[in-house]
């Protein structure tokens, strides 16, 4: 505490950022400043987040962009409207089981491409909730690009540890000087980019999906042998969804629903509730060890039951209803890690108790430990209204392959498609794989909830006394990091008062259990990852109580969380972000 000059209670480096008039967290300070700036202008928090959004697109290109997907949650305060963007795009339609059996799905290149979805849902929140122009939220990403900005270190650092993406032409003409990697503080200018936005600006959806954008993705994937087609793009949707909830210490905690993993985090939070989490002590061996269990169980629940809604049915509100979470809860045992654990059977918490005839309950997937470089970002503006959005094009640098000379970086987003036909979440044709992306939102005296969580529609005007109180939006990339970094941070913060700059620095721990990870070849050893910086006492108590542990860095936890925490009764705005990447939260 005494080398720490930010601590309230725990240890913290970076200031709390504090503003009344809005505040955006992002993964780069100039994404976060072109949110600040288009509220300064009148903008709400949708303008300012798809200005974020684009400008996150440009400085952390290995990390999101209008290639790959996203979901996008948005809070309006006046009528107390809770809904998300789902824009995760889905499999080709010549994407067929058959097509990779013989060699499987390739982690990179044309082959590992699915049907960019972002790009509309961004269009889709505009619509309904945005009040500025698309040139003026374009702006910013459009001068970035064409302009340039200055590589950072992290971003230097990534460009040179990738090798197809310093050596496949378009992307190497972006991002190396003739091969060479771009250096710290060099500028890196997308100029095919920025006239890619601008079509958008002036053409909207319709040049992505239909015209001259979609034109040249596709005869990029035909020249590569790619599986994209003109199809494919037209018949690309987001959809408005209803989030998902649960109660948590007289707080509700908002998720997106499946094809989201947002459920695994309601899960989590239901069962380390059935145990004094908080007499087990902040980062103690037995609070890890209780979440760790947690998660192994909601994990295991995933693989068997979660998929495309569109094409299985999920039982969502069985699994995260207190009554199944006491039952999970029972086979945690408080002195030993579980080497393995079995699915539950959430199929009698269903209203009418009976399991639907065409329900998957599937084979289960082996692991892998794959990182997903996705970007989140968070913002409130004056009014009370919020976002949180997640985007993404996979893993660092998706496919590697800019699509021609649209300046677009494709996603790889197929590798999370699992190969086993009786597997729920098996590759289909025109199906939306699971996701690991999760926006939450954290609501204090909210009456709702169990509307929420047995999908019923929350929204409509707010009743005197009963509006919804918002107190915390935060959000992480990280694949199947995300569930486990957002369970750790939001405890702190409900259960031992940290601050948000204290919660996001605070040392982390991620579990990485067969058979549940996410991505292919689904493969790894059972491993609890924690950063160097927990005490020894602590590491040793884990050890005992049977984990196996890889102990990293002190800042090498995956992840770059960010934070908003809203006061209610002042309105002040207090923000985080993540040192571990180049987060920064900015406020006004």
Known sequence: MSNSPHSDRFEAHRPVVMGRNGMVSSGHPLASQAGIAIMQKGGNAVDAAIATAAALSVVEPL???????????????????????????????????????????????????????????????????????????????????????????????????????????????????????????EMLYQKDLASTFKSIVAGGRKVFYEGAIAEAIVRFSEEQGGLLTMKDMADCRARWEVPIATSYKGHTVYEAPPNSSGHILLQELNIVEQFDLK?????????????????????????????????????????????????????????????????????????????????????????????????????????????????????????????????????????????????????????????????????????????????????????????RQLVLVCGTPGADTQVQTNMQVITHILEFGMTVAEAVEAPRWRNAHSPTESSLPHECDNLLYVERRFPDQVLEGLKSKGHVLDIIGDWEGKGSEVMIQVDPETGVLSGAADPRRDGYAIGW
């Not at 068997?304 to 009554?323: M, R, W």
């Not at 209203?351 to 430990?369: L, M, S, W």
């Not at 640098?397 to 036909?421: E, F, K, Q, V």
């Open 279 to 467: 007499s087990l002590g902040c980062n103690s061996a037995e609070s890890i060890h209780l979440m760790v269990e947690a998660k192994k169980l909601a994990f295991i629940d995933r693989e068997a039951y979660v998929a495309d809604p569109e094409f299985v049915n999920v039982p969502t509100a069985a699994l995260i209803s207190k009554e199944y979470a006491v039952q999970r809860a029972q086979e945690i045992d408080q002195a030993k890690a579980a080497q393995s654990v079995e699915p539950g059977d959430p199929w009698p918490f269903v209203k009418d108790g009976r399991k639907p005839e065409t329900a998957k309950a599937g084979a289960v997937a082996r692991p892998a430990e794959v990182e997903e470089d996705t970007t989140c970002f968070v913002v409130v503006d004056r009014w009370g209204n919020a976002v949180c959005q997640l985007q993404s094009i996979q893993s660092a640098w998706g496919s590697r392959l800019i699509a021609g000379d649209t300046g677009i970086l494709l996603n790889n987003r197929m590798t999370y498609w699992h190969m086993d036909p009786d597997h729920v979440d098996c590759l289909e044709p025109g199906k939306r794989v699971r996701h690991t992306m999760n926006p939450v939102m954290v609501f204090k005296n909210d009456s709702s909830h169990d509307n929420a969580q047995n999908g019923s529609q929350v929204n409509g005007s707010a009743k005197k006394g009963g509006a």
């Open 63 to 185: 990390m999101s962009g209008i290639g790959g997907d996203g979901f996008i949650m948005v809070y309006q305060k006046e009528s107390d409207l809770l809904e998300i963007s789902n824009g995760t795009g889905a499999a080709p339609y010549a994407a067929t089981r058959e097509r990779f059996s013989a060699e499987g799905i390739p982690d990179k290149g044309i082959l590992s491409v699915s049907v960019p979805g972002l790009l509309h849902s961004w269009l889709d929140a505009h619509e309904k909730h945005g009040t500025l122009p698309l040139s003026e939220l374009f702006a910013p990403a459009i001068d970035l690009a064409k302009n340039g900005f200055p590589v950072s270190h992290v971003l230097s650092k990534a460009i040179a540890s990738d090798p197809l993406i310093c050596q496949f032409p378009t992307s190497k003409a972006v991002f190396t000087r003739d091969g060479r990697p771009l250096q710290p503080g």
